[in-house]
């Protein structure tokens, strides 16, 4: 703590008279303390998912093997046309359009989860019915920020999540449309499941896209042929020439008609469980998904419990104690001597000197080292 001596105090009295508990000092040191009692006191920014690092409850999941556009496509019959949707999600970062797709039919840069609702009329011709940004940081197109929420299953609130095991996210930022009146806008958001199944990588049964970049599973022959609508024929082809009974393919609890296309003899990992355009009260469009993979085991390699170690607290308790001292003294100082500028900081004579300290050790050092390989003056014969 800076103590001043009498005469200081006498000398000073002259100028503290005219202070006043209006005035405020401003000095570039005071800045800086303020600034560290607000990043003292402030609680820590929500971080960027990063699929390899997913912290829930205490459990880090690794994720990073399901990089890559992933998605699942729904048939809907609504006379007098067909509806196909591609609902495509990347775990991992932004989805990267191919350049060859028009312009209008690609969610904008910034989304990780995109939903393209395609039609098809009786007479063959095709067209976009929707293109709906669902989730991503979309603040630069009209939307929000991705603001995830991870929370392990077996914690979760629900009482049937407590048998499973894996993470719940919740990815947000999307909206829909990006323009156009505010009223209009709907915030939309993807709810994906991630539940652990140690026989599933996670890929399985699922149909690949033409539309994104990124090394997700191949392109089906059928699809690259005829586009969106080729799956479905191709699933009809492969359920009406399948020997055994297929799985009933998931429905939209909210548009019945909404069904997933599967293959029957490769039932997917990644299920569709419907599209609410009017959920949390009609406030929000919400995408629901279930994704069976080993990766959201907690026993898996990637997988573990973290805890911040012994050098992470003792940083954190060193910077939270300099700032105190900082904060305290120099409000002491301020209150009790009228310090300002330098004079607020605690042993700012002391801090003064510092640099010229160092530099007289290091001067002296130098000069040591280099007496030792000397001769005092002598040569060698």
């Known amino acids: 703590m800076k103590w ?56 880090m999941f690794d994720f990073s093997p399901l990089r890559g556009p992933h ?19 990347d775990l991992c970062g932004q989805l990267k359009r ?36 669902l989730a991503g940081n979309l603040e630069n197109h009209g939307g929000g920020p991705l603001d995830y929420k991870a929370t392990r299953l077996k914690t979760a609130d629900a009482h049937g999540d407590a048998e499973r095991e894996g993470v719940r996210l919740v990815l947000q930022g999307g909206r829909y449309p990006l323009d156009g009146p505010v009223k209009a806008r709907q915030n939309q958001r993807v709810v994906v499941e991630l539940v652990c199944d140690p026989n599933l990588e996670g890929t399985e049964g699922e149909w690949g896209v033409e539309e994104y970049e990124g090394p997700g599973p191949a392109m089906a ?6 586009g969106v609508f080729a799956v479905a024929a191709a699933a009809a082809d492969m359920t009406a020439t399948a020997t055994a009974a297929p799985t009933p393919a998931p429905n939209n609890p909210v548009h019945p008609g909404e069904t997933q296309l599967t293959r029957p003899d490769d039932p997917p990992a990644l299920v569709f469980q419907g599209y609410d355009e009017h959920d949390a009260d009609g406030a929000v469009g919400t995408l629901r998904l279930t994704w069976s993979t080993k990766y959201a085991c907690e026993n898996v390699a990637g997988g573990r419990r973290e805890h911040w170690g012994f050098f992470t607290w003792f940083v954190i308790l060193v ?40 530099q007289d050790w290091v001067r002296r050092l ?14 060698a014969v």
């Open 4 to 59: 001043r001596s009498t005469s200081s105090l006498l000398s000073s009295s002259s100028s503290s008279s005219s202070f006043t508990s209006s005035s405020s000092p401003s000095s570039p040191m005071l800045l800086l303390i303020a600034g560290l009692a607000v990043v003292a006191s402030a609680p820590p920014a929500a971080a960027m998912l990063s699929c390899d690092r997913v912290l829930a409850d205490g459990h």
């Open 71 to 89: 998605s699942v496509v729904t048939a809907q019959h609504t006379p007098p046309t067909e509806q196909n949707v591609t609902y495509t999600l």
């Open 98 to 133: 191919k350049g060859d797709v028009p312009k209008g039919e690609e969610c904008p840069n910034g989304s990780w989860a995109c939903a393209i609702k395609r039609w098809r009329a009786a007479d063959g011709s095709t067209g976009i019915g929707q293109v709906i940004p």
């Open 221 to 226: 022959a059928a699809r690259a042929a005829g």
């Open 319 to 358: 910077f939270l104690g300099t700032a105190a001292y900082l904060i305290f003294g120099s409000w002491l100082n301020y209150n009790r001597y009228g310090a300002r500028g330098w004079d607020l900081v605690p042993h700012s004579d002391t801090l003064r000197d510092v640099p010229y300290l160092l």
């Open 366 to 379: 130098i000069n040591t080292l280099q007496g030792s390989g000397s001769r005092g003056g002598y040569s």
